[in-house]
């Protein structure tokens, strides 16, 4: 079956860095489009960033713009976040995302990690 898990969060003083990865397996991970998103507590869930099936176009959400930076290594079926200057606002479980690139129906959810920033 498909599995997407996440690792790499924590807790980290404001200004400090983490890097979350997404490992999927049971799919064909370069016939994905993969995203970040981001859900803090009391509020909905966010799209963070995204990337396509080869990693040739990212998007970024204007609040994590310059700070954040997506990528992917197709080879190794794992996607990344590495998140600079984090802020308290930052704060939230994260969650990693495959949509197939010509079905969009066809998404899976990973079960989120969760990153914590002290102020």
């Known amino acids: 079956q498909v599995q997407l898990v996440e690792s790499g969060g924590g807790l980290v003083q404001s200004g400090g860095s983490l890097r979350l990865s997404c490992a999927a397996s049971g799919l064909t991970f370069g016939m994905y489009h993969m995203s970040w998103h981001r859900q803090a507590p009391g509020k909905e869930r966010e799209l963070v960033a995204a990337i396509t099936s080869r990693g040739d176009t990212t998007n970024y959400a204007d609040s994590v713009k310059g700070r954040f930076t997506i990528s992917r290594d197709n080879a190794k079926n794992t996607m990344y976040l590495q998140m600079n200057s984090l802020k308290p606002e930052d704060t939230a479980a994260y969650y990693c995302?495959?949509?197939?690139?010509?079905?969009?129906?066809?998404?899976?959810w990973g079960q989120g990690t969760q990153v914590t920033v002290s102020s």
């Open positions: 995302k495959a949509v197939h690139s010509s079905i969009f129906s066809l998404n899976f």
